[in-house]
């Protein structure tokens, strides 16, 4: 029955549903069936390398392509690791379009991915006097970027003047709660985080690990916290130990490695 869809309807669908090592299957099936090879197939090639993070498969493909566009050698820089330069384009693109809110959003990530959590907050004040309207997207950079550099007094500003929903924001709610020694209102929180992120566990979420991945990382972020939180001083070697543990258990995966730390 499935041999009657075709490969690359399958493909898109698997994109729809996250499951990319499956719609790259599907969607070498369908290159390998047209021997195709122009340039819009390999670029969607591409995009979907850049979903399972194979850097080196991205830069293979611009390797076969007749015309690698600009936004492809962004994406070759950020899954290269290679954060200043796609900074670079970001910045000159903002000039002629200072309100394109995907660009700030790229340039945040940028900036926080090369630690240059400063020029972010900076950035972000910034853009709360002359552009408000894009804040509420922009916020979760500037709340990592604040407890990153433990500008408490700057967390707690941006919380209080962008009330936001995300899971970045409780988490940086939670931080400032414990940092005011208000214990109280912190563990509220965070148990309400608890069962808002557990609630994602949706029988379809957790078909694979892929679909669940982002989700179960959250939830080991909020059982690190629980546990620092709860650690005594006499205690902080073995806590340590056991964080360490628990941080090889993300294997080689250093994004979700440094998030962590």
Known sequence: MLEMIPPELLSQRAIECK????????WEQYMRKTKSRNDDDLARLQEIYAQIDEPDGIEGISAQM?????????LEHKKA????AAQNWYQMNLVEQPANV???????????????????LDRFAGLRERAASTLPQLTPYAVEAAWST??????SS?????????????LGQVMLGFHQKDDMKAQELMLELYK????????????SLQNCHDT???????????ILSSTAIDGRAATSSILDKRLDILGSNVQDKQYLL
């Open 81 to 84: 690791g290679r954060w200043h």
């Open 102 to 120: 995907d660009l700030q959003k790229n340039l945040m990530e940028c900036l926080k991915e090369s630690g240059q959590h400063d020029l972010l």
């Open 150 to 155: 433990f500008r408490w007094d700057e967390l």
């Open 19 to 26: 499951s990319y090592a499956r719609a790259l299957f599907h």
């Open 196 to 207: 808002t992120t557990a609630a994602e566990l949706t029988p379809n979420a957790i078909t």
């Open 66 to 74: 007749h015309v690698v566009s600009t936004e492809g050698r962004v």
């Open 158 to 170: 941006v919380l209080g003047k962008n009330s936001t929903e995300d899971f970045t924001s409780h």
């Open 216 to 226: 179960l990382l959250r939830l080991q972020v909020l059982d690190d916290i629980r």
